[in-house]
């Protein structure tokens, strides 16, 4: 059902609060409930097998969102992890769950590429015990209490975080809304989230599946479709990248004669707000491994976990330096 996704939103500020406090007393206390990985009770002291169904490697956020999480989940930190790229194809996702609950894994993390079309699955995963966590998006399901936990950004604030800033330094732009891939939890919230703000200014939309070539494809198609934009809001970097490429074939000049608003701030991205070619970009961070390790060996442990943890995010604009982006992890 809806629920799921819907509740999140609403509650996304109270459970954010709660849980940094809650990361901050993992981060800092260690010595207490948590720390003692050898004597207590569950699967401490085991090795944690996970089954991680990963959904591609579509942009720079996923490939250092895979890396965040390879690092953390490793043979040392008392994981046997089983990672499995979908390449961003539903049918190989659900494959590959139902391989982690053939092999019986302790713990299945997963992020569904798109929310629908899980109920099945997630039925057969509930009926085998095996625990959920979802990761990074977001699923839409009319299974009861699919998942014990989930771990991800608010995407609905990152496009109302984005609509805020055009309504305040370009509230008369014509936008063109750079979709990602529809149906998505990604898609789905930031252009509820910028749509709220400042929807009247959008002029037409389409989806470039969060690549830059698709990116790119989707641009060259909309400057002949829409000759008046003067804004792409685009879901990512990668595809904003893409648009810089086909607004330049065209002769035109991106963040002046086409000003563009985007989602991530991995390396590139902010490489082009430094070179005034973006003109914002809202984090949104990819970088949550231990946080996601953290929660899979608690709920291993059977240990009680927040619901929801909201990895934080902010945003830039084109005063950051490129010292900045030198000292951007990714
Ligand atoms: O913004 C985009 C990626 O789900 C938050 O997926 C993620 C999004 C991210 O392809 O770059």
Redesign the pocket.
């Known amino acids: 059902m809806k629920g799921n996704t819907r509740t999140r939103t609403a509650i996304a500020g109270a459970v954010s609060a709660i849980t940094i406090l809650a990361l901050a007393a993992c981060g800092g206390g260690d010595t207490g409930a948590g720390g003692d990985s050898g004597s207590s009770g569950g699967s401490s002291g085991d090795t944690i097998r996970v089954g991680f169904s990963q959904?591609?490697a579509?942009?720079?956020?996923?490939t250092a969102?895979t890396e965040s999480v390879k690092a953390s989940l490793t043979k040392d930190a008392g994981f046997d992890l089983t990672f499995v790229d979908a390449q961003q194809k539903q049918e190989n996702q659900i494959k590959a769950l139902r391989d982690f609950v053939a092999q019986d894994v302790d713990v299945i993390a997963f992020?569904p590429v798109i929310e629908t079309g899980w109920d099945e699955v997630l039925q057969e995963i509930k009926d085998s015990g095996i625990p959920v966590v979802l990761v990074?998006?977001t699923v839409d399901t009319t299974v009861d209490d699919p998942y014990v936990t989930w771990i991800?950004?608010d995407?609905k604030q990152e496009g109302t975080t984005a609509g805020e800033w055009v309504k305040e330094n370009a509230p008369d732009a014509k936008i063109f809304e750079l979709q990602?891939?529809l149906g998505?939890?990604?898609q789905v919230d930031?252009e509820a989230g910028f749509g709220e703000v400042v929807g009247d200014q959008i002029i037409g939309k389409a989806s470039g599946n969060?690549?830059r070539a698709e990116g790119k494809t989707a641009v060259e198609a909309a400057l002949q479709a829409y000759p008046d934009m003067t804004m792409i809001f685009t879901?990512?970097?990668?595809m904003g990248l893409g648009a810089i490429e086909a607004i330049e074939a065209a002769g035109k000049v991106p963040g002046k004669d086409i000003q563009i608003v985007s989602?991530?701030g991995?390396r590139d991205g902010l490489q082009a707000l430094v070179d005034k070619k973006f003109n914002y970009v809202v984090e949104?961070n990819?970088v949550f491994g231990d946080q996601l390790a953290d929660l899979i060996k608690k709920v291993a442990d059977g240990e009680d976990v927040p619901k929801e943890t909201i990895v934080i995010d902010k945003a830039f604009d084109q005063t950051i330096t490129q010292a900045d982006v030198d000292a951007r992890a990714y």
Do not use: I, K, Y
């Not at 879901?235 to 990668?238: L, P, Q, S, V, Y």
């Open positions: 959904l591609g579509e942009s720079g956020w996923r969102n992020s990074d998006r991800g950004a995407f990602g891939t998505s939890g990604a930031r969060f690549t879901h990512n970097d990668d989602v991530d991995v949104c990819p």
